[in-house]
């Protein structure tokens, strides 16, 4: 028997692939992890931030399209950026004809005669290299500092190699007012039609659902002979032959008293946000954007998104709503402050960005999650691949983002519980 510790999207979509073999335990009572939505007064919120299907991996993205069935849709990205009072559109590159015409001229003068040859070794060195120092200053490294809350000169190039590099027409085109559009990969994404992105979590849960022990808090992980021996909470103990965890490596290792000594020092070294986001929901309309992205210092998001763009069933009729992203590394003087204070800042950025009224707010929560986003510093590569071996060397296995450590998305951390699934004898999902 297989054990899996959790039930996210990576539990559940190797629960799948393992078939009658296998058991999930969650925490919660019911299958969400990340890819939560909050539903609530009628609104639908995907409270970790904005959720978006697609991939690279085009068998991944028709496997999980199949799985969602009926309910699902594909949407067009509308995402803008607020930069001086004003709205340029994503990514920035793409939209440089709406700056004032020194920022113009410094943007476009940064990108075409560049000194930075490189090679990078940073963010930073790469922002520079790539994009020239005028985007690179006003848009790229301001807005990376704030997501990551962590200089993007001690940021390693495993982040830059996801930013795709704009062809040079483009940014030309851009410039001078012609149409374009970046990222194109991720220009036209697939959405559950309803119940927010845990409408995902959920098909996959429909599919394995007698293997899924709601509920089950995992308060102990331990080697007995040959099996292991997980217990929860409430005093429940379960025995398997293997153990996969898809809880946070740095929370896995507080349950498991005979961890190998050297595991507490490499997770250590492996640094992270969290998120102390804020829902709200007001009476209004809502328009097609779907995120703005805020490289302002001033303003205390790095980012909003709007559910009511991925679903019109994510609002109620006659009302909008957002989501405020706010990362903060665990031990910071921003994680500690209040949920209050925090409300307050959003709420003064988003009346900054003019995106409603205060007397028209019907709907207000600040929901935190401690595991955000793992931060790619310069050892980055190193930390993880130490903090890997040595699970893999006492034989549990590790699967999905805050287990393995990585900055994957849903689609990889399906198509990574699929291969772990094969590699475990699974039968393939059916
Ligand atoms: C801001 C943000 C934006 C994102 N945007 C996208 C996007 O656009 N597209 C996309 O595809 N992906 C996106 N992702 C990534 C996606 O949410 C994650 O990759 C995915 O949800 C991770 O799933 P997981 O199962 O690996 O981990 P988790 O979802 O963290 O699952 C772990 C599970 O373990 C459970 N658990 C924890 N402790 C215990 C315990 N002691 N006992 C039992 N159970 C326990 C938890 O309750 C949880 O259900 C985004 C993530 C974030 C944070």
């Not at 700056?99 to 476009?108: P, R």
């Not at 849960?205 to 997980?230: I, N, P, S, T, Y």
Request: hydrophobic content about 40%; proline content about 5%; aromatic content about 10%.
């Amino acid at each position: 028997m297989i054990g899996i510790l959790g039930g996210g999207i990576s539990g559940l979509a190797l629960a799948v692939e393992l078939g009658a073999r296998c058991e999930v335990l969650e925490k919660s009572n019911r299958c969400a992890g990340l890819c939560e939505t909050v539903a609530e007064d009628g609104f639908l919120f995907d409270a970790t931030g904005p959720h978006i299907l697609f991939s690279k991996d085009k068998e991944t993205l028709a496997y999980i399209v199949e799985v969602l069935g009926e309910n699902v849709h594909q949407k067009k990205r509308q995402n803008r950026i607020w930069f001086k009072d004003r709205y340029v559109k994503y990514p920035f590159e793409n939209g440089l004809h709406v700056l004032d015409k020194q920022d113009l001229y410094e943007c476009l003068l940064g990108y075409l005669k560049n000194p930075h040859e490189g090679p990078p070794q940073n963010l930073a060195e790469w922002a520079y290299c790539i994009f020239g120092e005028g985007i690179a200053d006003k848009y790229l490294l301001p807005y990376n500092h704030k997501i990551w809350k962590w200089d993007p000169k001690l940021t390693s190039l495993d982040w830059a190699a996801r930013i795709p590099r704009p062809p040079m027409e483009d940014v030309l085109k851009s410039a001078i007012g012609i149409e374009t559009e970046g990222y194109l990969h991720q220009l036209h994404f697939y959405y559950p039609k309803r119940g927010g992105i845990e409408a995902l979590v959920k098909a996959f849960a429909d599919r394995c659902q007698e293997r899924v022990q709601l509920g089950f808090e995992v308060a102990e992980v331990a080697k007995e002979g040959q099996l292991w021996r997980v217990t929860s909470k409430a005093g429940d103990v379960r025995r398997y032959a293997t153990l996969v965890s898809t809880l946070p490596s740095h929370e896995l290792a507080k349950i498991w008293p005979d961890r190998p000594q050297d595991l507490d020092a490499a997770l250590g070294r492996l640094r992270y946000n969290g998120l102390a986001n804020v829902l709200l929901g007001w009476r209004g309309s809502r328009d097609d954007t779907t995120a703005i992205y805020v490289p302002d210092p001033d303003v205390i998001f790095h980012r909003v998104s709007f559910p009511g763009s991925f679903s019109e069933h994510c609002v109620p009729p006659g009302h909008a709503a957002l989501v405020a992203e706010v990362t903060a590394a665990p031990d910071s003087e921003l994680w500690a402050r209040s949920d209050d204070a925090i409300r307050e800042d959003v709420l003064a950025g988003v009346e900054k960005l003019g995106l409603l009224r205060r007397e028209d707010l019907v709907y207000q929560k600040v929901i935190r999650y401690p595991y955000g986003y793992p931060i790619s510093d310069l050892d980055y590569a190193t930390n993880v691949a130490e903090m890997r071996e040595i699970v893999a060397g006492t034989g549990l296995h590790l699967l999905g983002r805050f287990a393995e450590f990585d900055y994957i998305n849903a689609d990889v951390c399906i198509a990574r519980a699929r291969a772990l699934g094969q590699r475990l004898g699974g039968q393939g999902a059916p």
